[in-house]
């Protein structure tokens, strides 16, 4: 999904080959559909300890 979506930090000896598709569907041209149908939620959750579960959420 990282990938897809444009978020994977290519950097240093990190490297992305080959071509990356979905139904076929090129990852440029995906970056522009994939909001219409598609929520990526971080991996990181950030809890503020001022504020409450209910507010959290």
Do not use: C, W
């Not at 490297?15 to 090129?26: I, P, R």
């Amino acid at each position: 999904m990282k990938v897809l979506r444009g978020r994977f930090p290519i950097t240093g000896n990190i490297t992305v080959d080959g071509n990356v598709a979905l139904n076929g569907t090129e990852q440029h041209e995906l970056r522009k559909k994939l909001p219409q149908f598609v929520s990526y939620v971080g991996q990181h959750d950030v809890h503020y300890p001022t504020l409450t579960v209910k507010e959290t959420l």
